[in-house]
Nanobody, 126 residues
Framework: QLQLVESGGGLVQPGGSLKLACTAS????????IGWFRQAPGKEREGISC????????RYADSVKGRFDISRDNTKNTVYLQMNSLKPEDTAVYYC???????????????????WGQGTQVTVSP
């Protein structure tokens, strides 16, 4: 069973940056779409970005478009989420998740993902 571990969360000031990492226990390129999600206290989980298994297609929610960037290091089985220009409303627990999608040309954030990491806290505060 695929296992995912997130890292890189922490406390940052508004306008700052953080880079989250999602490391998989097995090979993900060409097999899994990877998505990033977040959940703030009292709010529903929000899908914010995904990367297709081919690595050719990325998608972003409007709330993070232009500020966040998703990428992948195939040699490390790790997907990154670079978060810039952070705002207090970005405060949440961030999760990565995997969707079995061999050779998928595209990804979506709305469909169910099968495997989830444990989450990492991101707090944006002065």
């Amino acid at each position: 069973q695929l296992q995912l571990v997130e890292s890189g969360g922490g406390l940052v000031q508004p306008g700052g940056s953080l880079k989250l990492a999602c490391t998989a226990s097995e090979s993900i390129p060409h097999y899994y779409n990877i998505g990033w999600f977040r959940q703030a206290p009292g709010k529903e989980r929000e899908g914010i970005s995904c990367l297709s298994s081919r690595g050719e297609h990325a998608r972003y929610a409007d709330s993070v478009k232009g500020r966040f960037d998703i990428s992948r290091d195939n040699t490390k089985n790790t997907v990154y989420l670079q978060m810039n220009s952070l705002k207090p409303e970005d405060t949440a627990v961030y999760y990565c998740a995997a969707d079995w999608a061999p050779s998928a040309p595209v990804c979506v954030i709305t469909r169910p993902y099968e495997e989830w990491g444990q989450g990492t806290q991101v707090t944006v505060s002065p």
